[in-house]
């Protein structure tokens, strides 16, 4: 048993409107109850409301993992004297709030293992339209305008790529709890183009193809069919932002600059700099890079930024629990689109991201347990036939015995 804690999800008291009304606190990243948003208040009380009922269950490889990291990280934060921004903020984020939503995920993803899901593709449409009807009409509280957005769709969410990153985890997991047929492969692919289009998130389409390559049962044409369809999709309507001057610009201003100055940073020292130093040293860095500086506390890449925070235990922390690595082959596919798309953006700091990739761990463990379990069943039964034919052979069966 890896478990420290074994699982008891039937006592965890969840309900599917409990379930419900978290996800829909998780959205509302503008509205904050005193420094807190209202999700990670959730998340924390749904937390302790799973540790008095015993039904926390990591394993033993995510708990030492998740300590190296941290561990690595504090010295680097409190014993260095490298400048620093918010350094104590992400302490909190990466000591509390990220781990119980990554554990919340894992409870959830036990509870509902043999269980109806608590929302269906109608929920997220219907929350998509939520989403849009809050932007147009620009509900107080709800919604912020962000200048950089330049229209495109983010809703309750401070970003557009939160926003996607929302109802592309949740279509997924709908996903891999149906038949994974053409039918379901539309609706799954469906909310991941539609959100994509509505919120300019190009990077959607890409975990989006993966998911189709490594999980949809439609056969190889199909498949393929559907994949080109999405290439063909992105570069209709993303393909001019990729070309260009405007290619130019992020290679020689945003993201490709930006990935020689943290390699730069990394080759410098191979250490790490612990929490805090990546806004603070973009922020008064000679060069200007676009998206880095003041107000951003991470590159675009999850695996270089956790690099840059911890170095070696950084990168075993992305491997672990955005990619599955240590967890068996079964969580390594199921993440496998968290982890591509996790290249590209930094996933890393995103509640929802914790949340969603720890139901999907607990998910992965269990297939990965019945593939198992019917292997040995199999075995089993194979290795009785195998007896009985050999008694037969040898002419010491009961009814031989007794013909």
Not at 98 to 122: D, E, F, H, I
Not at 184 to 204: R, Y
Not at 274 to 289: D, H, K, N, P, R
Not at 353 to 361: A, K
Request: hydrophobic share 50%; net charge positive.
């Amino acid at each position: 048993m890896n478990d420290i804690v074994k699982a008891r999800p039937q006592s965890m008291g969840f309900n599917d409107p409990f379930v419900i009304v978290g996800l829909f606190l998780i959205s509302l990243q503008f509205f904050q109850i005193g420094p807190a948003q209202s999700g990670q208040l959730w998340v924390l009380g749904t937390l302790a409301l799973v540790v008095l009922r015993g039904g926390l269950a990591p394993r033993l490889q995510e708990v030492l993992c998740y300590v190296l990291f941290m561990a690595t990280a504090l010295v680097l934060t409190f014993f260095s004297d490298y400048d620093r921004v918010k350094a104590v903020e992400q302490v909190i984020k990466f000591a509390i709030v990220y781990p119980a939503c990554y554990l919340v995920g894992r409870t959830l993803g036990s509870y509902y293992q043999s269980r109806k899901m608590p929302y269906g593709y109608l929920f997220l449409w219907l929350f998509l339209v939520f989403q849009f009807l809050v932007q147009h009409f620009e509900v107080p509280v709800l919604h912020q305008h962000v200048p950089f957005m330049q229209g495109a769709l983010h809703g309750t969410f401070k970003e557009r790529n939160w926003l996607a990153v929302f109802f592309f985890l949740g279509a997924y997991l709908l996903f891999l709890r149906s038949d994974r047929k053409p039918k379901s492969a539309a609706l799954f692919a469906s909310v991941c183009i539609v959100v994509a289009l509505l919120s300019g998130s190009k990077t959607i389409l890409i975990p989006c193809g993966v998911v189709l390559l490594l999980q949809f049962k439609g056969g190889g044409v199909l498949k393929w069919l559907a994949v080109a369809a999405g290439a063909g999709l992105f570069y209709y309507r993303f393909g001019p932002e990729l070309t260009g001057e405007l290619l130019r610009v992020r290679l020689e201003e945003e993201r490709g600059l930006a990935l020689v100055q943290v390699l730069e940073l990394i080759e410098r020292n191979f250490v790490g700099y612990g929490f805090g130093f990546v806004e603070s040293y973009f922020s008064t860095f000679w060069i200007a890079v676009r998206g880095l500086g003041a107000g951003t506390n991470s590159v675009f890449s999850s695996p270089l930024d956790l690099f840059v925070i911890a170095g070696i235990p950084g990168v075993l922390m992305w491997m672990m629990f955005f990619a599955g690595v240590g967890l068996g082959r079964t969580a390594v596919i199921v993440l496998a689109p968290v982890a591509l798309w996790s290249l590209v953006n930094p996933l890393h700091q995103s509640e929802i991201v914790y949340l969603f990739c720890g139901w999907l761990v607990s998910y992965a463990l269990a297939q990965q347990a019945s593939t198992l379990q019917a292997a040995s069943g199999t075995s089993t039964v194979g290795h009785e036939r195998s007896v009985k034919g050999d008694r037969l052979l040898n002419g010491r069966s009961l009814e031989a015995r007794h013909g």
